[in-house]
Each structure stands twice: as structure tokens, then as C-alpha cells.
């Protein structure tokens, strides 16, 4: 087991978020170092990230959850995770995965949403979404999902 603290990155630590959400493959867009919790081993090498991202419809998305592939299944994803809910006070928050993702967030109390009940941020990514991947695989689809009430969350482990 790798030993770790979660804490608030730095602006110093920026490339190398940056780095970690490219070698993993999701959204490279709305990066900002000051939204950003990384995981850490006691001499400061980056195992993990992740942030709450505002979006211009005044909604909030746990996002950019990335881990180093010799930190896996470590619970370091969950350790961020758990810091950025217990953080953040606004509610609901959404995220976006892969559809094969799923059971992961429901541990923390997500549940998957519909059209009709997404900000529109969220409707304009799923709209463009089934339009550029309809070929892909079920469990590669994007999914949207939704945490409302803070006692809904953290409560899983992995």
C-alpha cells in the first residue's frame, strides 16, 4: 500500500496535473491548478488528482479524477474523491464518465441522470456526445450522473 496525503496542488504542480490528465486520456479542457486536491507521497511525488470544475451555467462537476498507473488500486482515487465532495458545499454536483465507471460514483451516492434533468452545460456535452460516438461500445458511452444531498455521499469503499 503507497503511502499518501490529499491537499490542495500548487501552481508549481500544474504541468504535472496537466501531464497526468493527458497520459490517462480525459478532458484536457477546463483545467485550473486552483481547483485542483492531488494525492501526494511523502516526498511529493504526484500519485493522483482530481477537481471540482464551475461551468458558465453556475453548475459544478467532479472532474479530472486521474491516478498514476503504479498507484491504482491503492485508494488514492478515493481519497481525492472523498476530500472533494467534503469540500464542496454546493449542491447538486454532477460528473461525466464512461458508462463502465458507473458503480465506482455510485459508491459515493451518484446516480445516473437524463436529458431532462441536466444544467445545460451537461445537455449540450450528451447532445454533441451521441452525435461523435454513436458507434462506440455501451460500456464506452459518456454518462451523466448527479449527487444531490451531502449525507448521500462518501459512504462506499473500494
Known amino acids: ?16 496535473i496537466r501531464s ?3 497520459a490517462v486520456s480525459i478532458n484536457p479542457t477546463g483545467l485550473d491548478w486552483k481547483h485542483f486536491l492531488v494525492a501526494v507521497s511523502p516526498d511529493n511525488t504526484l500519485l493522483g488528482c482530481g477537481q471540482i470544475k464551475p461551468h458558465c451555467d453556475g453548475s459544478r462537476e467532479l472532474a479530472s479524477i486521474a491516478v498514476q498507473e503504479n498507484a491504482r488500486g491503492q485508494g488514492v482515487a478515493r481519497a481525492v474523491i472523498q476530500e472533494l465532495l467534503a469540500r464542496e458545499t454546493t449542491r447538486p454536483l ?14 459515493f451516492g451518484y446516480r445516473k441522470i437524463g436529458q431532462d434533468e441536466m444544467p445545460v452545460y ?22 451523466i ?7 448521500e455521499m462518501g459512504s462506499g469503499s473500494n
Open 122 to 143: 451537461f445537455q449540450r456535452i450528451s447532445r454533441a456526445e451521441r452525435i461523435l460516438n454513436s458507434n462506440a461500445q455501451p460500456e464506452n458511452r459518456l454518462m
Open 94 to 107: 454532477y460528473l461525466m464518465c464512461r458508462a463502465r465507471l458507473e458503480s465506482l460514483y455510485v459508491k
Open 145 to 151: 450522473m448527479q449527487i444531490k444531498g451531502r449525507s
Open 1 to 16: 500500500m503507497v503511502d499518501f496525503v490529499v491537499r490542495p496542488a500548487t501552481r508549481q504542480e500544474f504541468p504535472k
Open 20 to 22: 497526468l490528465i493527458h
